[in-house]
């Protein structure tokens, strides 16, 4: 006959893990998750495919956001589009890429926005990406993956592509190229 410790260690397993199993998932940032969705429903509309989550991508938006976090709604920065190969107006841009593990040579065709909205009204959020200049690139076929990123009135998106010189890869091939 099993030990009274036994069954109460026994009991307890199952409970914590019936407590896990049943608890509801937590949601890191809630406006993030709705303005993908949103952007994916303006992607549907068009006849577009949706945007993928690309972890790289969302690491740099959320650093990005980090680092647009004490700037007014009135900066340049706001409703920018940049081209990370371009020169860019983020001071930190490198040590982002280096702290997200991005080959800067991966960046090229991926563009980063960038919109300020005080409070971060979803709607309104949404309709600075989807009913300004920055819808060209959301109603863009090359544009596959996305990273969403958010801090106090700053939101950023980065949208990746599927070739080398957009998907955000870590590190330059380690195979040699020949011929």
Avoid at 45 to 56: D, E, F, S, T
Avoid at 89 to 97: A, T, W
Avoid at 155 to 178: E, I, Q, R, W, Y
């Amino acid at each position: 006959m099993a030990s009274p410790r036994l069954i109460i260690t026994l009991l307890l397993f199952v409970l914590v893990h019936v407590f896990v199993l049943l608890s509801p998932p937590v949601h890191c940032n809630e406006n993030e998750d709705n303005l993908l969705q949103g952007i994916n429903s303006f992607r549907q509309a068009a006849i577009q495919p949706p945007l993928v989550k690309n972890g790289k991508a969302d690491c740099l938006a959320d650093e990005i956001a980090n680092e647009l976090e004490d700037e007014s709604c009135t900066s340049t920065t706001n409703g920018a589009s940049i081209v990370p190969s371009s020169n860019t107006r983020l001071s930190d841009f490198p040590k982002h890429l280096d702290k997200c593990k991005i080959n800067a040579n991966s960046t090229a065709d991926a563009i980063i926005m960038s919109v300020c909205v005080p409070d971060l009204v979803p709607t309104l959020v949404l309709t600075n990406y989807t009913h300004t200049p920055l819808a060209k690139y959301l109603n863009n076929s090359k544009y596959t993956g996305v990273g969403v990123g958010s801090e106090d009135n700053w939101m950023v998106v980065v949208l990746t592509t599927n070739t080398t010189t957009g998907s955000f890869s870590g590190a330059l091939s380690l195979v040699p190229k020949v011929g």
